[in-house]
Nanobody, 126 residues
Framework: QVRLMASGGGSVQAGGSLRLSCAAH????????MGWFREAPGKELGGVAT??????YYAVAVKGRFTISQNNAKTTLYLEMNSLKPEDSGMYYC?????????????????????WGQGTQVTVSS
């Protein structure tokens, strides 16, 4: 059974850093697009960053501050978040979907993702 387990969330002050992890149990997502998504209170789910075959894509709001990466075995996804702002707060979810060529569009369209993690909460205080 394939499971994605997100972890690493917490509470930090503005300007701080956090590193999120998403462990894939039961599968290696070698030919998949994987991504991080954020759901803030009162807002729709939004794409933060995606990665496929080493190519990365970022939402404009996080570019230059966040870095998405994977381990070599493609079993763990990371999101390094620096210079955090209060508007970065929310529940962060990881997801994976088969294929690579749609990964940039996958920042805005979520129907391609087959597997979702349970979410990890990030709270940034001013």
């Amino acid at each position: 059974q394939v499971r994605l387990m997100a972890s690493g969330g917490g509470s930090v002050q503005a300007g701080g850093s956090l590193r999120l992890s998403c462990a894939a149990h039961g599968y290696s997502f070698d030919d998949f697009c994987m991504g991080w998504f954020r759901e803030a209170p009162g807002k729709e789910l939004g794409g933060v960053a995606t990665i496929a075959g080493g190519t990365t894509y970022y939402a404009v709001a996080v570019k230059g501050r966040f870095t998405i990466s994977q381990n070599n075995a493609k079993t763990t996804l990371y999101l390094e978040m620096n210079s955090l702002k209060p508007e970065d707060s929310g529940m962060y979810y990881c997801a994976a979907g088969n294929g690579r060529n749609w990964c940039e569009a996958g920042l805005r369209s979520f129907e391609y993702y087959s597997f979702w993690g349970q979410g990890t909460q990030v709270t940034v205080s001013s």
